[in-house]
């Protein structure tokens, strides 16, 4: 490596689609609101984008409490998609998005391949909006929520449907909670995704064993945390061998070590969700940390390392 | 709730005093002269203690004075036990002021303040705001034991009256706050509540019967604290000023009442509009 090109920072821009990210950290969909909230203590310039959270067709008022479980090392959620509905979203909520100085990322979920379809043509109309993240693996809102990432073909029929109803960036989110994530990847990327967001949180449930009774309102949640990051590592990397698109890897990402495991595994970009919540810093941490190993690495960009300890790695 | 909103920040402390006025019950006090300027009666922040496995706990902002703000604690579990370890000289994180605080403007000239175990935190900022503006004050201040009393006295020095009770009999009324409270509460124009769900539960009832209009501060586990994750909610009446366009109803549900954050629209709420 030259002295010049030693000095200069290493560049850590990735893409996903048509979507160019000049840094690769993506906030999670449900944990950052829409980065607002957030805003008071980061600049929101120096992440790579919000993924907002999820829009349905109809209202939603979510779960009954409690909805939230910290257990060893994570933490267990059933929010169960609250939600003022694609409506009142458009009018109400989605104009302030134009203010954010980075990407924004609409994140749709629904119960029906036609609300994927409908909610997704509704959203990604709107300039404000950078990318679609369509949301087909929810743990908390009864089975049917989860169906769509869980059986290939109705996987592929969401896809497809969202697919046809935007141009921009279509980023799938995957559950973990599949016997076989690199065969759904394989349909959804065949389906016309774009990128593929890995994973979505693993299934759970905490029991009050003095109340005898399930501690979340739902029963069951959805686990989040650094409990889940092998987990998610695993599922990159099983993934990354299966397609050639991009992955944004997610699950319990905490600093840049653990974000780097992501990237070596061959994840393009990675997601803070949790991590957020105990250090609204983190993701500045895990840039400056990313830059940091390409230099004490002698690399001079991020895609020189995407999937460096995965040997089948396709993309 | 208030008028008063200033940002809020991150703030990298340092604890510059510890105080254990009971067992198993800790204030840790910071220097954070911009968090003191920017808190307003009733706030929480999200304190995170330096280490390796970083959480961040959700506490009351019990003093604050000129560069100095506090918080109190009651080690229930390994996270609080961490923060509880800490000792002058510890790095602290604190993210805040958060949440509305009380409408303490809202109260009228003679105020009961209810406070069950460590709830008494996020009354002494209240206390001082409404004896600095005139008003009166009545703290009522109940807990398990004598013990567990801590720091009445610091009402009483800036000119509160003070009626304690306990579980056990040790001090004051053998017996529920809230049954000294139900005694002396047609003398207040309003009331302000920190304390565990069954004891704001019945304040809500001593206020209802009463027709003494109450705000209560809501405990509740957080894990964003700031209003992203949407993991705090408690129902509330659809037609409340703190819950503006949130959704009412699910497909096929009917219901009078939306999920509002309690750490973003309260933790204060008006009593009468809780639906709980």
């Given at each position: 490596?030259?002295?010049?090109?030693?000095?200069?920072?290493?560049?850590?821009?990735?893409?996903?689609?048509?979507?160019?990210?000049s840094?690769?950290?993506?906030?999670?969909?449900?944990?950052?609101?829409?980065?607002?909230e957030?805003?008071?203590?980061i600049?929101?310039?120096?992440?790579?984008?919000?993924?907002?959270?999820?829009v349905?067709?109809?209202?939603r008022?979510?779960n009954?409490?409690?909805?939230?479980?910290?257990?060893?090392s994570?933490l267990?959620?059933?929010?169960?998609?609250?939600?003022p509905?694609?409506?009142?979203?458009?009018?109400?909520?989605?104009a302030?998005?134009?203010?954010?100085?980075?990407?924004?990322?609409?994140?749709?979920?629904?119960?029906?391949?036609?609300?994927?379809?409908?909610?997704?043509?509704?959203?990604?109309?709107?300039?404000?909006?950078?990318?679609?993240?369509?949301?087909?693996?929810?743990?908390?809102?009864?089975?049917?929520g989860?169906?769509?990432?869980?059986?290939?073909?109705?996987?592929?029929?969401?896809?497809?449907?969202?697919?046809?109803?935007?141009?921009?960036?279509l980023i799938?989110k995957?559950?973990p909670n599949?016997t076989?994530?690199?065969?759904?990847?394989?349909?959804?990327?065949?389906?016309?995704?774009?990128?593929?967001?890995?994973?979505?949180?693993?299934?759970?449930?905490?029991?009050?064993?003095?109340?005898?009774?399930?501690?979340?309102?739902n029963?069951?949640?959805?686990?989040?945390?650094a409990?889940i990051?092998?987990?998610?590592?695993?599922a990159?990397?099983?993934?990354a061998?299966?397609?050639?698109?991009?992955?944004?890897?997610?699950g319990g990402?905490?600093?840049?070590r653990?974000?780097?495991?992501?990237?070596?595994?061959?994840?393009?970009?990675?997601?803070?969700?949790?991590?957020?919540?105990t250090?609204?810093?983190?993701?500045?941490?895990?840039?400056?940390?990313?830059?940091?190993?390409?230099?004490?690495?002698?690399?001079?960009?991020l895609?020189?390392?995407?999937g460096?300890?995965?040997?089948?790695?396709?993309g | 709730m208030?008028?008063?909103?200033?940002?809020?920040?991150?703030?990298?402390?340092?604890?510059?005093?510890r105080r254990?006025?009971?067992p198993?019950?800790?204030?840790l006090?910071?220097?954070a002269p911009?968090?003191?300027?920017?808190?307003?009666?009733?706030?929480?922040?999200?304190?995170?203690?330096?280490?390796?496995?970083?959480?961040?706990?959700?506490?009351?902002?019990?003093?604050?004075?000129?560069?100095?703000?506090?918080?109190?604690?009651?080690?229930?579990?390994?996270?609080?036990?961490?923060?509880?370890?800490?000792?002058?000289?510890?790095s602290?994180?604190?993210?805040?002021?958060l949440?509305?605080?009380?409408?303490?403007?809202a109260l009228?000239?003679?105020?009961?303040?209810?406070?069950?175990?460590?709830g008494?935190a996020?009354l002494?900022?209240p206390?001082?705001?409404?004896?600095e503006r005139?008003a009166?004050?009545?703290?009522?201040?109940?807990?398990?034991?004598?013990?567990?009393?801590?720091?009445?006295?610091?009402?009483?020095?800036?000119?509160?009256?003070?009626?304690?009770?306990?579980?056990?009999g040790?001090?004051?009324?053998?017996g529920?706050?809230?049954?000294?409270?139900?005694?002396?509460?047609?003398?207040?124009?309003?009331?302000?509540?920190?304390g565990?769900?069954p004891?704001?539960?019945?304040v809500?009832?001593v206020?209802?019967?009463?027709?003494?209009?109450?705000?209560?501060?809501?405990?509740?586990?957080?894990?964003?604290?700031?209003?992203?994750?949407?993991?705090?909610?408690?129902?509330?009446?659809?037609s409340?000023?703190?819950?503006p366009?949130?959704?009412v109803?699910?497909?096929?549900?009917?219901r009078?009442?939306?999920?509002?954050?309690i750490c973003?629209?309260?933790?204060?709420?008006?009593?009468?509009?809780?639906?709980?």
């Amino acid at each position: 490596m030259s002295l010049a090109s030693a000095a200069r920072a290493p560049d850590i821009s990735t893409r996903l689609g048509k979507l160019e990210l000049s840094v690769p950290t993506l906030m999670g969909s449900g944990c950052y609101g829409s980065g607002e909230e957030y805003a008071p203590f980061i600049d929101l310039a120096r992440i790579g984008g919000v993924v907002l959270k999820s829009v349905t067709r109809l209202p939603r008022l979510g779960n009954d409490p409690p909805r939230l479980v910290p257990v060893a090392s994570g933490l267990l959620n059933a929010i169960g998609l609250q939600n003022p509905g694609i409506d009142s979203y458009l009018e109400n909520d989605v104009a302030k998005f134009a203010e954010r100085p980075c990407a924004v990322i609409g994140s749709v979920a629904g119960f029906s391949v036609d609300d994927y379809a409908y909610v997704t043509e509704r959203l990604a109309a709107r300039d404000e909006i950078d990318a679609i993240e369509l949301n087909i693996s929810c743990p908390n809102v009864g089975h049917e929520g989860e169906t769509f990432a869980c059986d290939p073909a109705l996987a592929e029929r969401a896809t497809r449907a969202a697919r046809a109803a935007t141009g921009k960036t279509l980023i799938v989110k995957l559950s973990p909670n599949v016997t076989d994530i690199a065969e759904i990847a394989r349909v959804v990327e065949a389906a016309g995704a774009d990128a593929l967001a890995v994973i979505n949180t693993v299934r759970g449930m905490s029991i009050d064993v003095d109340r005898v009774v399930p501690r979340l309102g739902n029963a069951s949640g959805g686990l989040s945390g650094a409990a889940i990051r092998p987990i998610a590592v695993l599922a990159v990397w099983e993934v990354a061998r299966a397609v050639k698109i991009p992955i944004v890897g997610q699950g319990g990402i905490e600093n840049a070590r653990d974000a780097l495991e992501f990237i070596l595994a061959g994840a393009s970009a990675v997601s803070i969700g949790t991590g957020n919540f105990t250090d609204p810093r983190a993701p500045l941490d895990v840039a400056d940390g990313i830059r940091a190993y390409l230099v004490k690495h002698g690399r001079s960009s991020l895609s020189e390392i995407v999937g460096a300890a995965n040997p089948a790695f396709l993309g | 709730m208030p008028a008063v909103k200033l940002e809020p920040a991150v703030h990298s402390t340092v604890v510059c005093d510890r105080r254990e006025p009971a067992p198993g019950i800790v204030i840790l006090g910071c220097r954070a002269p911009d968090l003191v300027r920017a808190t307003h009666p009733g706030q929480f922040a999200m304190v995170v203690p330096p280490g390796k496995e970083r959480v961040s706990t959700a506490l009351g902002l019990y003093e604050a004075d000129h560069d100095r703000i506090s918080v109190m604690l009651v080690t229930v579990g390994p996270r609080t036990r961490e923060l509880a370890a800490l000792s002058p000289g510890d790095s602290l994180d604190m993210f805040g002021p958060l949440g509305n605080g009380f409408d303490l403007d809202a109260l009228g000239s003679d105020v009961a303040l209810v406070a069950g175990g460590v709830g008494i935190a996020s009354l002494l900022l209240p206390a001082q705001y409404l004896l600095e503006r005139g008003a009166r004050v009545h703290l009522y201040y109940g807990a398990r034991t004598a013990a567990a009393l801590v720091d009445a006295d610091l009402f009483a020095e800036r000119g509160a009256a003070v009626s304690l009770a306990t579980d056990d009999g040790s001090r004051g009324l053998h017996g529920y706050v809230t049954e000294l409270l139900l005694a002396q509460v047609h003398k207040h124009t309003g009331i302000a509540a920190c304390g565990p769900s069954p004891m704001l539960r019945a304040v809500a009832g001593v206020a209802r019967a009463s027709s003494v209009p109450a705000q209560l501060s809501l405990e509740e586990t957080f894990a964003c604290g700031v209003g992203a994750c949407w993991g705090c909610v408690v129902p509330l009446d659809r037609s409340s000023a703190q819950a503006p366009n949130f959704p009412v109803a699910a497909p096929g549900e009917r219901r009078d009442y939306v999920h509002a954050r309690i750490c973003k629209e309260g933790p204060v709420f008006w009593a009468h509009e809780l639906r709980w």
